[in-house]
């Protein structure tokens, strides 16, 4: 694969910790730099802008995931055979095995398991007033739902953070940070592998479905593991870095909070804005397939494409004043969720626990605060805030 000399290089490591820390300054110098750039040190071309992340997106079959969606091959490996990591008709029947269990009237129905936990969560945390955002009002939801959605055994979820977030942390390129997390990520699989061995999902749930698949030769019993954990590993960390940004971002915006209080019929719209503005998970890659161009600039056969949805999000080419967090601007296109045949199967899950959080705080919550100094996780793909001290200050009426 020779490189054309013509193409715009970008030298830096879009992947250290300072870059993971702050990721925005990379990106404008990347969109700056053009439609495709080549990145010498993750050998991939890194996609940046709107338009064309989109468009790279929509084409699945010049960019391919079967190859894997991270920036080193053992990952690739590792991964193959789960929804994410497939293409075609193959990537279709994936999931059609388990789509029945998202789609927005199934979603509808999870909606007062929801409401009643969000209730809880919130109570709790009204109680304690001094919160960390993470802990005490991003992490349950997600923690609790998807679980048991999956079906995953009570004695497997201890790990499971631990487990999901080292999983997305091994789809970056080869480095530290993706070698350590490569076992983590391993157990998770030796993990559902067992699971799959000795069939103990919770009877009913979209595990039962992914076994009962095989049974019925739908599916190869050797993809068992990786479909388990398919759903699973992408619902965490992501939704945890939703709620926690949208609580980040009305407590440094707190004009933004009561126009959300005003008009709740916002909030809807608002988890898009914050998707946009922080978007959790922040680039997947492709492999291209045939020569192709993007923007005009010409990518070979066999590329790899480093799709950064984080940096489509804040391109001024597309959005008025992106650096800017807006509850009212019309957010409802950002990329955040993917787009395509690939588009986040979960999306509707995702939307409807942060809109229950946001739902129920904008009636009982008259301001959130900082409260301390933010600490953002340090992951390859996932953008979220670890620590993220906060004080609650209760609405008129409310109990505290
Ligand atoms: C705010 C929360 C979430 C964000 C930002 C997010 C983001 C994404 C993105 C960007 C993709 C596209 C991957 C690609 O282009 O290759 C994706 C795919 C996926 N997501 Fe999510 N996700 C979220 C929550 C969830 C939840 C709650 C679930 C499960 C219940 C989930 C399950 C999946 C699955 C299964 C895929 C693979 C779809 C496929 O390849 O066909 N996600 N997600």
């Not at 053992?74 to 789509?99: C, E, F, M």
């Not at 898009?272 to 070979?300: C, K």
């Not at 004043?321 to 199967?345: E, K, M, N, W, Y």
Request: aromatic share 6%; net charge neutral.
């Amino acid at each position: 694969m020779a490189l054309d000399v013509s193409i715009p290089q970008y030298r830096e490591n879009i992947y250290s910790k300072a870059a993971i820390l702050d990721p925005y300054p990379h990106y404008a110098e990347l969109r700056a730099l053009g439609p495709a750039v080549w990145l010498p040190r993750h050998r991939a071309y890194a996609i940046s802008r709107y338009a064309d992340c989109k468009s790279v997106l929509l084409d699945d079959e010049t960019f391919i995931s079967g190859d894997g969606v991270a920036l080193n091959p053992l990952a690739n490996r590792l991964g193959r055979g789960t929804t994410l990591n497939s293409d075609g008709d193959q990537h279709a029947l994936k999931r059609s095995v388990l789509a029945h269990r998202l789609t927005p009237r199934a979603v509808r129905k999870m909606t007062a398991a929801v409401e009643d936990k969000a209730e809880q969560i919130v109570d709790a945390a009204l109680a304690k007033r001094f919160v960390d955002g993470v802990d005490d009002l991003a992490t349950a939801l997600p923690t609790s739902i998807v679980p048991d959605l999956v079906g995953w055994p009570e004695e497997g979820r201890d790990n499971l953070l631990r487990w999901a977030g080292a999983t997305f942390d091994s789809l970056g390129p080869v480095n530290r940070q993706s070698i350590k997390a490569t076992k983590a990520a391993g157990e998770m699989l030796a993990f559902s592998k067992r699971v799959v061995r000795e069939r103990s999902v919770l009877p009913g749930s979209m595990g039962d479905d992914v076994l009962t698949a095989a049974d019925e030769n739908r599916i190869e019993k050797s993809k068992c593991p990786a479909l388990m954990i398919d759903y699973l590993a992408p619902s965490l960390d992501t939704t945890i870095g939703a709620i926690s940004s949208a609580l980040h971002l009305f407590a440094r915006h707190p004009e933004q909070w009561q126009a959300l209080r005003d008009v709740p019929d916002r909030i809807p719209n608002a988890v898009n804005e914050v998707v946009r503005y922080e978007s959790p998970l922040r680039a997947f890659s492709r492999r291209a397939v045939r020569d192709v161009e993007i923007g005009g600039t010409p990518v070979p056969s066999g590329a790899r494409i480093l799709v950064i949805y984080a940096s489509a999000n804040r391109d001024p080419r597309e959005w008025h004043d992106p650096d800017s967090f807006d509850i009212t601007r019309d957010a409802a296109r950002q990329l955040g969720f993917g787009s395509g045949v690939h588009g986040c199967a979960g999306q509707g899950l995702a939307r409807l626990e942060t809109q229950t959080i946001l739902r129920i705080l904008a009636r009982r919550v008259h301001r959130i605060e900082p409260a301390g100094t933010p600490k953002w996780a340090i992951n390859n793909v996932i953008h979220r805030f670890e620590k993220l001290p906060l004080r609650l200050v209760a609405a008129e009426g409310t109990p505290s």
